[in-house]
């Protein structure tokens, strides 16, 4: 049986309806069934917290001291020195250390492997230059494999974009979890920050020590996924600005970051869906009004059709069919979602962790 033009844009409407219903059925079933990556789920490993409330009045009494007392010899003495511009001071530290650092022996002439990102950063800020650390968002959604992931999950970069080239080592200390070292925010369109997660003690972990070289402009995603769930609360749906915070130690818990040397992502538009907070007739409205532009077209060709005495253009038995298969087709997917959408409303009374986040 040969096709006609119009029996093609029949069959390409109601497959579009058909992967549009079972789109929206996957999202609204992934959205509700993501769990919490549970990275920062225990009570086991206290983070360091002790010196959080003490900081402030710490960094007060670098401000007295003198610089051959404030070198090296006080906590956060590189936010200090980069405070009072010491680039000269810290170029030699940072040149120091490279000359003894360890060094492969298989390759004597690579660069040094130490973990030299703070002293790097401090010498860049010093000298009023450009961190030498990106951070990106490689993808939400998705692993490192592509695969998609439930739930608001961000798959971070870290670049090298310092001025002179200079490499860094991405060391992996093997005693936090990962996901402890970053912090995600959120900030709506009037610029308010999302309230975070508390977090409290983090999960052990028994990871190897280790790391790698990034060498000038290159990147690499890291390897693991945030779960946003679990540094912001649930946040109504809407755009919102998304910025990560990265740091070599644990800082989910830390609100004010002064004092560390962190790094942090240009601020990213997102888009925030939270169906556990959308009501079932706005999930429906698509199909809805699907159902109702069909079922009045039906209606108003049925009755040119039945006054029309040219036969040449009537309808034929196949676009009535198709017209009937279009009206059954969206008043299912309404129906579908709706009650899809009710029945996991009964399931699941908390929004926290039915929330998801993508690129805008």
Same mark, same amino acid.
């Given at each position: 049986m040969k096709l006609s033009l119009r029996d093609l844009f029949w069959l390409t409407l109601i497959v579009a309806i058909g992967l549009s219903w079972r789109l929206q059925h996957s999202r609204i079933v992934a959205a509700f069934a993501g769990k919490f990556f549970g990275a920062l789920q225990s009570a086991d490993f206290e983070p360091s917290l002790s010196d959080i409330d003490d900081r402030q009045r710490e960094l007060a009494a670098l401000e007295t001291l003198r610089e051959s007392e404030l070198i090296a010899r006080v906590p956060y003495y590189q936010h200090e020195m980069v405070r009072r511009r010491m680039s000269g001071e810290l170029q030699e530290m940072y040149d120091h250390l490279r000359k003894h650092a360890r060094r492969n022996r298989a390759a004597p002439n690579a660069a040094p492997?130490?973990?030299?990102?703070? %002293?790097?950063?401090?010498?860049?800020? !010093?000298?009023? %230059?450009?961190?030498?650390?990106? /951070?990106?968002?490689?993808? /939400?959604?998705?692993?490192?494999?592509g695969r998609p992931v439930a739930g608001p999950v961000i798959l971070p970069r870290i670049k090298n974009v310092d001025a002179e080239g200079e490499p860094f080592y991405l060391e992996t200390k093997g005693v936090i979890p990962a996901a402890a070292c970053w912090r995600v925010q959120l900030?709506?369109?009037?610029? $308010?920050?999302?309230?975070?997660?508390?977090?409290?003690?983090?999960?052990?972990?028994?990871?190897?020590?280790?790391?790698? %070289?990034?060498?000038?402009? #290159? !990147?690499? =995603?890291?390897?693991? &996924?945030l779960d946003a769930r679990e540094y912001v609360k649930s946040p109504p749906p809407g755009r919102y600005t998304? =910025? *990560?915070f990265h740091a070599s130690r644990a800082i989910t818990n830390e609100d004010d970051l002064v004092g560390r040397i962190s790094w942090k992502s240009k601020p990213i538009p997102v888009i925030v869906e939270n169906l556990a907070l959308t009501s079932k007739w706005q999930l429906?409205?698509?199909? *809805? +009004?699907?159902?109702?532009? @069909?079922?009045?077209?039906?209606?108003?060709?049925?009755? $040119? #059709? @039945?006054?029309?005495?040219?036969?040449?253009?009537?309808?034929?038995?196949?676009?009535? &069919?198709?017209? =009937?298969? /279009? =009206? *059954?087709?969206?008043?299912?997917?309404?129906?579908?979602?709706? &009650?899809?959408? $009710?029945?996991?409303? $009964? #399931? #699941?009374?908390?929004?926290?962790? +039915?929330?998801?986040?993508? &690129?805008?």
């Open positions: 492997v130490w973990d030299n990102r703070h %002293m790097l950063t401090a010498w860049r800020r !010093s000298a009023g %230059m450009p961190d030498p650390i990106e /951070i990106e968002v490689a993808s /939400i959604g998705r692993d490192r494999k900030f709506d369109a009037q610029g $308010q920050r999302v309230p975070g997660v508390d977090i409290g003690a983090f999960k052990p972990t028994a990871g190897p020590i280790g790391g790698e %070289m990034l060498l000038d402009h #290159q !990147s690499r =995603v890291c390897d693991v &996924l998304l =910025v *990560l429906i409205v698509l199909p *809805l +009004s699907l159902f109702l532009i @069909t079922l009045l077209i039906s209606l108003v060709l049925f009755v $040119q #059709q @039945t006054f029309r005495r040219n036969s040449a253009r009537r309808l034929k038995v196949r676009d009535w &069919l198709a017209l =009937v298969l /279009i =009206v *059954l087709l969206t008043a299912a997917w309404g129906i579908d979602i709706f &009650l899809l959408k $009710q029945t996991l409303d $009964q #399931q #699941q009374s908390n929004a926290a962790s +039915s929330w998801t986040m993508r &690129l805008l």
